[in-house]
């Protein structure tokens, strides 16, 4: 199993592709700007997208939904609660399979309804705008939540030490981190009570 992470846009977004090297079927993540960096990656190496999923559904993790699935034939996948276009909805500790991949799925809303992360074949997990190296999503936008935030947060943290960590945005010192390093070292994840979390998220 290999992850390719992939920089894309103005935002500081990654996109990932996620595959099997025995028969080189992949999924893609977050598609949005840059396409053709996924498109090449592909066909180099050369990789049959299976699916497409989304770790939320803000604009700048899907904007290349429809012609990545356009050109790849591969299936949308989003959680249960996006009400954006998908051909599969899952939810939380859902498994989707692709070749000798496997993604379990984490629901961690609070970033957005819809968030979710995925731990792949329990040796890494994708983070989307959950967790970033060393800090977290926003939770002042429509339909976010500090409260599920901080609930999400504990759920995450409490996963396997050795997880490698592959954020939704470079944000942080490094490109990747782990669950042991962010439990350790990220801020926003030491907060001793959900009271203690909101009052610092509120006066931030």
């Known amino acids: 199993m ?10 500081q977004n990654f996109s990932y592709v996620v595959y099997d090297e025995q028969n080189n079927i992949g999924v893609i993540i977050d598609p949005s700007w840059d396409l053709e960096k996924i498109f090449e990656f592909l066909e180099i190496n050369r990789i049959s997208a299976r699916y497409i999923i989304n770790t939320h559904t803000h604009f700048d993790h899907i904007l290349g939904n429809d012609h990545v699935a356009e050109i790849t034939k591969a299936k949308i996948i989003q959680h249960e609660k996006s009400t954006h276009k998908k051909d599969r909805s899952v939810r939380d500790q859902e498994i989707i399979n692709s070749g000798h991949v496997e993604l379990e799925v984490v629901h961690t809303p609070g970033h957005s309804e819809d968030s979710i992360c995925l731990i792949v074949n329990k040796e890494a997990i ?3 705008d959950t967790i970033f190296v060393g800090n977290i999503g926003r939770v002042d936008l429509p339909g976010s939540s500090p409260e599920e935030m901080y609930d999400s947060l504990a759920k995450v943290a409490n996963l396997d030490d050795s997880l490698v ?3 939704g945005h470079n944000y942080g010192l490094t490109p990747t981190s782990t669950i042991l390093n962010e439990r350790t070292n ?3 994840l030491n907060f001793k009570t959900k009271e203690a979390f909101l009052k610092y998220i509120v006066n931030e």
């Open 126 to 128: 994708i983070t989307g």
């Open 165 to 167: 960590v592959y954020p």
């Open 186 to 188: 990220n801020p926003m």
């Open 2 to 11: 290999r992850i390719a992470q992939i920089p894309v846009g103005n935002m």
